[in-house]
């Protein structure tokens, strides 16, 4: 792991709603996620994780506070730039895999390459290869009907980390699959953030995915109750 940081957070509150009906889903949250780092978000339902998962990841904005992506200030870009580095910097992987039904599992996980503008021979061979690293190699042509929970969420994590991001955002990701499966994922993970130096953030309720983690941040009533390393 590296001292630079990827993700700065600070003060984040997020309300919903208005007057006597408002809602403090996140209350002045502070946090620094550096390159490198295997970090897991747990708390009880309504804590916060997912406003502060989606937040982080451009899909919502805080009612107050800042965010800076490798510097930048994400709250001050155009629709567009902030497209850009969503598409670019930031992984995700969501519990439904969340695949487009009509495309194989290469052109799933190629997709990312593809709105990039990356040639389609260097996208073949990034997914051909990562495709191999998963275990996947054989599977290129089927739909995710096709595929079970477990192969889905290979194919997820493959289109999240393809264009080598800054981060790698993962909502409930072994939510879906049972815990063998769960646990080669877990693996699978692991070993990308030790190769390829990407940053991890989990929000899980899973103890297997908590367990695993080399950071572990706990969010009660919308705010950093515990953050232990």
């Known amino acids: 792991m590296s001292d630079e940081v990827v993700i700065s957070l600070k003060g984040i ?40 998962l989606n937040i982080i990841g451009g899909l919502d904005k805080p009612t107050s506070g800042s965010i ?34 009509v495309m194989t599992a290469f052109e799933n996980a190629e997709y990312v390459l593809l709105l990039k503008g990356v040639k389609p021979s260097k996208r073949r061979e990034m997914v051909r290869e990562l495709f191999a690293q998963v275990g996947l190699s054989g599977l290129e042509d ?12 290979r194919v997820a994590i493959v289109r999240a980390i393809a264009s080598r991001p800054a981060l ?18 877990l693996d699978l993970m692991s070993q990308l953030n030790e190769e390829h130096g990407l940053t991890f953030f989990f929000s899980t309720h899973d103890p297997n995915v908590v367990a695993r983690a080399k950071r572990r941040i706990v969010l009660r009533d919308g705010q950093i109750a515990e953050d232990i390393s």
Not at 21 to 45: C, W, Y
Not at 69 to 78: Q, T, V, Y
Not at 91 to 99: C, M
């Open 68 to 101: 800076q992506i490798e510097g930048n200030d994400i709250l001050k870009m155009s629709q567009s730039q902030l497209s850009r580095v969503r598409m670019g910097r930031i992984g995700f992987i969501f519990q439904s895999y969340n695949l487009i039904p």
């Open 13 to 52: 509150v997020k309300n919903y709603g208005e007057g006597s009906g408002i809602v403090n889903a996140l209350q002045g949250v502070d946090l620094e996620l550096k390159r490198g780092e295997f970090v897991t978000l747990a708390g009880p339902s309504g804590s916060g994780k997912s406003t502060l």
């Open 168 to 185: 790698v955002l993962a909502d409930e990701p072994t939510a879906n699959v049972d815990s063998k499966t769960g646990g080669a994922l």
């Open 142 to 153: 089927r739909f995710p009907r096709e595929l079970s929970g477990g192969q889905q969420q």
